[in-house]
């Protein structure tokens, strides 16, 4: 069975669900420009080396650059992201794992958005950090994720 070319209709969705639930991976395809691509080969990278490459797969298609606001395309299941979401390629990690999530939770009949969805997909791109954390040897990347855990950590605390 072939991924649908639309996740949007009911069958749509249901086809892409059994598909997953089946074990199907994507072949991941990135579109943009060559700067724009060197910068998601990194971002992949470091999704590999927290170990989250097949997940990522599992529910996303392509990366694409676009030049308006970075955002998950459930229908496509893809990722369009702009030049500067990208530029920090352990923030971007961690957002892609964040829109993964997202993806996710569409196939499943889950509500993806708004206020308790948005916080579980928070909570899945904290994880990330910290298991990206714990995994890399690379001590920059290291202190990038000890930043933006702070980061987050704080952010949570205003609320």
Not at 34 to 58: H, S
Not at 94 to 114: N, R, V
Request: one cysteine or more; aromatic letters at 10%; glycine letters at 6%.
């Amino acid at each position: 069975m072939k991924f649908p070319e639309k996740v949007y209709t009911t069958e749509e969705v249901k086809k892409a669900k059994e598909l997953v639930e089946n074990g199907y991976k994507h072949l991941l395809t990135v579109e943009g420009s060559p700067n724009f691509k060197q910068k998601v080969a990194e971002t992949l990278e470091l999704i590999k080396t927290a170990g989250y490459y097949d997940f990522l797969r599992t529910y996303i298609r392509q990366i694409i650059e676009i030049d308006g606001l970075t955002q998950l395309r459930e229908t496509e299941a893809a990722i369009w992201a702009n030049k500067f979401a990208v530029e920090n390629p352990v923030d971007a990690a961690s957002l892609f794992i964040q829109k993964t999530s997202q993806m996710k939770e569409y196939l499943e009949g889950e509500l993806y958005y708004g206020g308790t969805a948005e916080k579980r997909s928070i909570e899945k791109r904290i994880e990330f950090l910290q298991v990206l954390h714990g995994k890399s040897s690379d001590a920059a990347v290291k202190t990038e994720c000890q930043r933006l855990l702070k980061m987050w950590e704080e952010s949570s605390l205003a609320y």
